[in-house]
């Protein structure tokens, strides 16, 4: 069987889905942005192929609305290094970069996260200078510090180790917090 059925209108498409109810994900994508492109609403499909899941139909709708035959292909022949994580990450970017990374992902194994924070506008450069600036304020306060940064809220999380509750007081005080004032 080809990866996509040959369907003329949408009932061939809810058809095909039914009788072939263990379709790769790519398949499913494919029929759902064949349903939306003829103008059924997300209800109207979920209701069609008793999706119960309403996230369920939006991910795979935008998936299959995104990525070219091509990549779709890729993913129905790759199901299992390609997931709807790693394609809903990259859908809005553009088409050469998609292939590209598609094409990254089929040759080492790489964490929807990153997929992620590409899409979300990071880039190595940023993630390495948020590591340099990581180590060296450990090296400097000589403690274990982890710096989470999300590119697309522009703000993150810092984390600081302590090894005793007097470590804990020297940090807060260090900080401005003055345990003494309050307690």
């Known amino acids: ?23 790769t994900d790519a398949v499913k994508a494919y029929l759902i942005a064949l349903l939306s492109r003829e103008g059924l609403s997300n209800r109207a499909i979920r ?7 309403v996230y369920t139909v939006t991910h795979l709708k935008r998936v299959g609305l995104a990525l070219s ?13 390609i997931t709807l994580g790693h394609l809903r990450a990259i859908a809005k970017l553009p ?8 094409r990254q992902l089929l040759a080492k194994k790489i964490p929807v996260h990153h997929f992620a924070a590409i899409a979300q506008g990071a880039t190595a450069q940023r993630d390495a200078d948020i590591k340099r600036y990581e180590e060296r304020m450990a090296e400097v306060l000589g403690r274990p510090i982890r710096i ?28 401005g917090f003055h345990a003494q004032d309050y307690f």
């Open 47 to 53: 209701a069609a192929l008793n999706i119960e899941k």
């Open 69 to 81: 035959e091509a990549e779709l292909t890729l993913w129905d022949k790759n199901p299992t290094r």
């Open 148 to 175: 989470r940064y999300n590119n697309a809220r522009k703000s993150g999380s810092l984390t600081l180790d302590f090894y005793t509750l007097d470590d804990l007081d020297h940090l807060a005080t260090a900080l």
């Open 95 to 102: 088409q050469q970069v998609r292939e590209k990374m598609l």
């Open 1 to 23: 069987m080809p990866p996509f059925p040959l369907v003329s209108d949408t009932r061939e498409a809810i058809d095909f889905y039914h009788t072939n109810p263990a379709c």
